[in-house]
């Protein structure tokens, strides 16, 4: 089995094109849902797996206490990856065409106030090359909205400042061209004039962010970074790499911003996903009305 997994992610990467995160995923997925059918199960004929053996994994997962979001994940996995071997005659039934995914409870982006995107955006050293360039990458993400994975892959040739423009290559290699406001293309001219330089320890590199040994910065290196600067701002509520992007959003949609624009701008390729951040508009305007309307 572990060969036609990896002929179903090579299939993936060359003809699908998903992001190097997507293939993990698709990767831990079908790892753990084969090692059960060989182990467990004592499956080690494709030809073999039966409706059952797959009903069987799940409530392996079930038990085992993982979400129901995990869990419909899961199956997507199992899904695509039967309906390749179909398609690919390695097999000749799909025995998970009738499984039925868990319906999941779509949870509400947390995001930043105003006032904590302005703590957080004070929070790196004003002197220091490493505090020009977390400056500038929290100014960039809350600019554009872009994904993590977006800005750690960006490079130099994609900022365009005398434009006021960046070029991102998001989920599936869709380029977009996002607009820069002032501040944050103030944050990256100085990250790029006093800082990107003495981050370069030798010869050359094509990153726009780099790390303390002068190579691109990783998504593990942003996370610490933005752990520690949270710290630093007295931001108590969870916070994560993807934070800023909801932010960005829900700020754009509560000053009036156009959905569609929104959604161009995120790089959604379905309106629903940005439809989620009106949503939260609405519960935020129900929550100042309670909080400050003296009848409510």
């Not at 002032?182 to 320890?201: H, I």
């Not at 931001?235 to 993807?242: D, R």
């Not at 996903?273 to 305007?285: E, N, P």
Request: with cysteine; hydrophobic share 35%; net charge positive.
């Amino acid at each position: 089995m572990k060969d036609e997994v990896q002929d179903f992610l090579h299939y993936l990467t060359v003809e699908r094109g998903l992001a190097a995160n997507t293939l993990q995923s698709y990767e831990r997925d079908l790892k753990q849902y084969t090692n059960h059918l060989i182990n467990e199960r004592k499956q080690k004929d494709l030809n073999a797996i039966r409706r059952n053996d797959i009903v069987q994994y799940l409530y392996f997962l079930k038990d085992g206490g993982k979400a129901s979001t995990t869990i419909a994940r899961n199956i997507a996995s199992i899904r695509s990856f039967h309906q390749f071997l179909v398609r690919e005659r390695r097999t000749d039934q799909d025995p998970a065409v009738h499984i039925e995914t868990p319906k999941t409870e779509r949870r509400l982006p947390k995001i930043l106030s105003s006032v904590e995107v302005e703590n957080l955006m004070e929070a790196p050293e004003k002197n220091t090359a490493f505090g020009l360039r977390d400056r500038a990458m929290i100014e960039l993400l809350y600019a554009t909205g872009i994904r993590v994975s977006e800005l750690i892959q960006m490079n130099l040739e994609d900022v365009h400042l005398t434009m006021g423009f960046v070029r991102c290559v998001g989920k599936g290699d869709k380029e977009r061209i996002i607009p820069v406001g002032k501040m944050a293309s103030q944050a990256l001219t100085d990250y790029l004039d006093s800082s990107r330089g003495s981050l370069l320890k030798r010869g050359s590199s094509e990153a726009l962010f780099l790390n303390h040994h002068g190579n691109r910065l990783s998504r593990q290196g942003f996370w610490k970074i933005l752990k520690k600067l949270a710290r630093a701002a007295n931001i108590t509520k969870e916070l994560t790499p993807h934070t800023l992007r909801h932010s960005f959003a829900t700020h754009l949609l509560e000053n009036g911003a156009d959905l569609r624009a929104v959604q161009e701008l995120l790089g959604h390729a379905d309106i629903s996903t940005t439809q989620i951040y009106t949503h939260v508009t609405k519960t935020r305007l129900k929550d100042i009305y309670s909080t400050y309307h003296p009848r409510a």
